[in-house]
């Protein structure tokens, strides 16, 4: 983590660092072109050219000419402004610090090259040119150091943001481009071969020093790579602690969940912890982080960052500025419901800067589930006396959802048509309650035809109303929907619902509170552990088959028909298809205490006698078995984080 010295001294760094790029560069082409070495090289670089220049061939007239013309400067400018109007203007893709990591390297790179052409006057190779020269010197080579700042820089971001063996096929892709170019350059007798070799010194040096200032702390680290998922945020297995909290505290706050009277008690909290130098901004619907991207990335507009105030405090960022230098951010406090958290974990995934959770949204469900307390203020006053433990992510796609990640639950069917129905207004004055009343409304759904993957095994099919996958698995209430979900496990749940008939909700129902009702306690990470594998061994059904459970890293759903879906109570478009993964321990969430084991079924305190054999027996065994449809692999699981 940079810190705020680091961050103020970046521009005088930067340019410390081209200057003495410049000076490396003209003191690299005056070498080149006075003797003795000019002398020693002029024999052979000739041979060079005079071989390329006898060997030409039309197919190779046409490849070369192609690659001349995609490393041209029309070109170079063209492709730059496609990616960086790319990532500043997708939806879900806004990413400043790569945009101006693209845009600087191409630029750099050409003012360094017009400053190293105006003091090495080389002239180019004495062999027939396919190509118009340019009024230039032939050192260093434009082409192949344009080519390098650009396809290099897209091939550092390829293999920063994507994962598994795709980052290294794209990446490497990318890479060869530079070297074919300065092939081709030789081949149509524009320069020499140190001319191409100082092209690529140029622009490999102008990655190094465009990254060092612009990506520095922000590439992520690669140890999970070979299992596709995303990186614990400190190397560390989910649940390792961590007291990184040095930095500026950024404040995403939700301006209806969060008014200003309770803006005003999370900033007396935050000072009362010796965090003064605070940065807040508000979501809207359209950014439903705020800035927090902009803000973890670079500097906000107007200077210093730091001088930012809560509302009701003074003055508040505006959301849609632009920002213009970089911040440091040591933790990032979200004050707002599951979708408000959902939007920023999905920005500080992997980067190493912890969260804290202020729940003043409707379910709460992440905070619930990891034990903070529902009353705001108090959960960020124990959050911030705890430590930084890794929690896992799921990531999911399908037909018409990009790509995005979950912390509490995925779904589609029944719960999703719920989440989309349920009135503001309702939810403002009754809380969770409002959904129960939107789900009175679907009771009466049809179920639909649906086929489920797991890990790559068989496709299953089923009838369901609805299916969630669970990062964690307690509803409102205490409602064990998904009984061995746990944040840090490194699986997901999932839970097919599919009552048929009044008998059927009446089962589902009955076993869902049954299980709320029970007296808890915990289980050995041992006993838990046996569960799970059990579970992972195939699919399990209670409840006379109204709840069908499954368990795997890797789970891909599909339906007969568009269903409305969800992601942690906030509806997204409708779809026949959701493929998930978890990313084991890519979030760091301040929390009091390590995500501890799920409380479960407790134990017979004492050993009893049956009246028919008078023998004790242990503590634990039930005096008659278990119902059939409640097989002991249902039992909450737990295993450890990111295995």
């Not at 061939?57 to 063209?78: C, M, P």
């Not at 396919?130 to 396809?151: C, E, I, Q, R, Y």
């Not at 990254?211 to 190397?235: E, I, K, Q, Y």
Request: proline content about 7%.
């Amino acid at each position: 983590m940079t810190t705020q010295t680091d961050t103020a001294a970046r521009p005088s760094r930067l340019l410390v660092l081209v200057s003495a790029q410049v000076t490396l560069m003209v003191g690299l082409g005056l070498l080149l072109t006075r003797e003795p070495v000019a002398g020693l090289l002029t024999s052979v670089e000739d041979g060079v050219s005079r071989g390329f220049a006898a060997h030409r061939t039309d197919v190779a007239d046409a490849v070369s000419a192609g690659l001349s013309v995609l490393a041209g400067t029309q070109s170079i400018v063209a492709v730059t402004l496609l990616c960086v109007a790319a990532l500043l203007l997708l939806p879900g893709a806004t990413r400043w610090a790569e945009a101006v990591f693209i845009s600087a390297s191409v630029a750099t790179q050409s003012a360094v090259f017009l400053i190293v052409t105006v003091c090495v006057r080389r002239p180019r190779p004495a062999v027939p040119h396919l190509d118009a020269a340019p009024p230039t010197s032939s050192f260093p080579s434009g082409h192949v150091g344009a080519s390098v700042a650009l396809f290099g820089a897209l091939a550092v971001l390829a293999f920063i943001r994507l994962r598994g063996p795709r980052r290294y096929v794209v990446a490497g892709v990318l890479l060869l481009v530079p070297p074919l170019v300065a092939l081709s350059r030789l081949y149509r007798g524009m320069h020499y071969p140190t001319d191409v070799v100082g092209g690529l010194v140029n622009g490999t040096l102008t990655l190094l020093v465009i990254g060092s200032v612009v990506l520095a702390g922000r590439t992520r680290d690669n140890a999970d790579d070979d299992h596709g998922s995303r990186p614990s945020a400190d190397s560390a297995p989910a649940g390792t602690r961590s007291r990184r909290t040095a930095g500026r505290v950024v404040v995403v706050r939700h301006p209806h969940a969060c008014d200003d009277r309770l803006a005003d008690r999370v900033r007396a909290v935050l000072e009362a912890h010796d965090h003064r130098d605070q940065h807040w901004t508000i979501t809207t619907a359209e950014r439903p982080s705020g800035e927090l991207a902009e803000v973890c990335g670079t500097r906000t507009p107007g200077g210093n960052a730091s001088d930012a105030t809560p509302p009701g405090a003074g003055t508040s960022v505006a959301v849609g500025q632009v920002a213009v230098g970089l911040v440091a951010v040591g933790l990032v406090v979200v004050c707002g419901g599951d979708g408000t958290v959902r939007a920023c974990a999905d920005v500080l995934a992997g980067t190493g800067i912890p969260l804290a959770v202020v729940p003043c949204g409707t379910g709460n469900l992440l905070a619930r589930n990891l034990g903070l307390p529902l009353e705001p203020t108090t959960a960020l006053e124990d959050a911030l006396a705890g430590d930084c433990f890794g929690i896992d992510m799921g990531r999911v796609s399908g037909d018409r959802l990009d790509s995005a990640r979950f912390t509490v639950m995925a779904g589609a069917g029944f719960d999703a048509a719920m989440v989309r129905d349920a009135s503001p207004r309702l939810k403002a004055r009754l809380g969770w309650a409002a959904y129960l009343l939107a789900a009175a409304r679907h009771l009466r759904d049809p179920r639909t035809r649906v086929s489920i993957r797991v890990d790559g095994g068989p496709r299953r099919r089923h009838r369901a109303r609805m299916v969630v996958i669970g990062n964690v698995g307690t509803l409102q209430g205490g409602l064990e929907l998904l009984p061995g979900a746990h944040a840090d496990s490194g699986r997901l749940d999932v839970v097919l619902f599919a009552p048929e008939g009044a008998a059927g909700w009446l089962a589902a129902t009955g076993h869902l509170i049954s299980r709320a009702l029970r007296p808890r306690s915990t289980t050995p990470r041992e006993t838990e552990r046996t569960a799970a594998d059990s579970l992972e061994a195939g699919r399990r059904s209670v409840a006379g088959g109204a709840l069908t459970y499954y368990r795997g890293r890797h789970i891909d759903i599909r339906f007969a028909g568009a269903q409305p879906r969800e992601l942690d109570g906030d509806a997204v478009t409708e779809g026949r298809r959701l493929t998930v993964e978890t990313e084991p321990g890519a979030l760091l969430v301040r929390l009091p205490h390590a995500p501890g084991p799920a409380p479960v079924r407790p134990a017979t305190p004492i050993p009893r006698r049956t009246r028919s054999d008078g023998v004790a027996r242990a503590a634990g065994v039930p005096d008659r078995p278990a119902p059939p449809d409640v097989p002991a692999p249902l039992a909450p699981t737990r295993t450890p984080a990111g295995s």
